[in-house]
Nanobody
Framework: QVQLVESGGGSVQAGGSLRVSCAASGNMFSINVMGWDRQAPGKPRELVAQITSSGSTVYADSVKGRFSISRDNAKDTVYLQMNVLKPEDTADYYC?????????WGQGTRVTVSS
């Protein structure tokens, strides 16, 4: 079993910044991919960003240039720095990891951006 504990998030005005973090623990061998999905009200869940153990990253087009994902392999922790936030970034953000061929998701943390 893998546990993911998210922190950060909250409310911010448009143009502001937030950072969310996610620490993984439990029965893991090695984590390949770490990342973040999000789900806005009434919309499907979408990938925001992911990063591999070697540091390769993928971003959704909507966040490129504004969000930055990073990870600390020694701490099994992934971070998402969100800058120049827009009201359309309002969503529940879920971290995920892939380890030993399986994916695990956290409980989610809410980000609200007001105009």
């Amino acid at each position: 079993q893998v546990q993911l504990v998210e922190s950060g998030g909250g409310s911010v005005q448009a143009g502001g910044s937030l950072r969310v973090s996610c620490a993984a623990s439990g029965n893991m061998f090695s984590i390949n991919v770490m990342g973040w999905d999000r789900q806005a009200p009434g919309k499907p869940r979408e990938l925001v960003a992911q990063i591999t153990s070697s540091g390769s990253t993928v971003y959704a087009d909507s966040v490129k240039g504004r969000f930055s994902i990073s990870r600390d392999n020694a701490k099994d922790t992934v971070y998402l720095q969100m800058n120049v936030l827009k009201p359309e970034d309002t969503a529940d953000y879920y971290c995920f990891v892939q380890t030993r061929g399986s994916y695990y998701w956290g409980q989610g943390t809410r980000v609200t951006v007001s105009s």
